[in-house]
């Protein structure tokens, strides 16, 4: 048998699966979570606010007045007070990140809540941008 290396290489090539890349270095978590009686659970809320970057009571506020439930942490737990589907949660969630954690300018999520006097602004440390944001 007599194999030529460019072919067996073109063989091998076509039995690959192909590469998926993500030009985006940030991607917008999604919850996972679960319903118990008449309570939402979202199981993953301390890895979504480490990922954002932002403190967890503030984002907890904003769920709770986006959502209208009243809501706790527990450990790394997020407990709703009523029952609310996945695709809900996960809509208010990229509206936080567009309005709280992405970058207007440069459209990076590597940015800074700072409050000055009672304006709440959010500065960019990739481009230097500072924008007031809608209060939280």
Do not use: W
């Amino acid at each position: 048998m007599d194999f030529n290396y460019n072919d067996l290489l073109k063989k091998a090539k076509a039995h690959l699966p192909e590469l998926k890349t993500s030009t985006e270095r940030f991607e917008i978590p999604k919850v996972t979570g679960h319903i118990q009686g008449v309570k939402t659970i979202l199981t993953n809320f301390s890895q979504i606010c480490s990922l954002i970057r932002r403190d967890a009571a503030e984002l907890l506020k904003y769920l709770q007045r986006e959502l209208a439930t009243p809501a706790t942490l527990d450990g790394p737990r997020l407990v709703l007070g009523r029952k609310i589907s996945a695709q809900l949660i996960n809509n208010k969630l990229t509206q936080y990140c567009k309005d709280f954690v992405i970058c207007k300018e440069c459209g990076k999520p590597d940015t800074q809540l700072l409050k000055e006097d009672r304006l709440m602004f959010m500065k960019c440390t990739a481009c230097g941008a500072k924008q007031p944001v809608k209060g939280n």
